[in-house]
């Protein structure tokens, strides 16, 4: 089992920055990966950015060049700076740790959840 808590979330205006946090504890397997997906009031979760075990990274289009995510294996860690933020990117933010046994085989663990609020 791996929990996952997230902090950093909070109010900014236009933009603005932020950091996103999540520290994971549980055992992540070698392959793995870590995200962020976000859900706006009404719409669906999606994603936003994920970090192989290897380092690869991919985002959406939505905040390619203004998000960067990163991880700190040592310390089971993933982050999500966010510059440039729109109001477009209010959400809440959810962490996201799939431990990968095989392509079909998968085990996936969400955070809480940390608001992000962008005013115009």
């Known amino acids: 089992q791996v929990q996952l808590v997230e902090s950093g979330g909070g109010l900014v205006t236009a933009g603005g920055s932020l950091r996103l946090s999540c520290a994971a504890s549980g055992y992540i397997f070698s392959n793995n990966e870590m995200g962020w997906y976000r859900q706006a009031p009404g719409e669906q979760r999606e994603l936003v950015a994920i970090?192989?075990?290897?380092?690869?990274?991919h985002y959406a289009d939505s905040v390619k060049g203004r998000f960067t995510i990163s991880r700190d294996n040592a310390k089971k860690s993933v982050y999500l700076q966010m510059n440039s933020l729109k109001p477009e990117d209010t959400a809440v933010y959810y962490c996201?740790?799939?431990?990968?046994?095989?392509?079909?085989?998968?085990?996936?663990?969400w955070g809480q959840g940390t608001q992000v609020t962008v005013s115009s």
């Open positions: 996201n740790v799939k431990n990968i046994v095989r392509a079909s085989v998968s085990y996936t663990y």
């Open positions: 970090v192989t075990g290897g380092g690869s990274t």
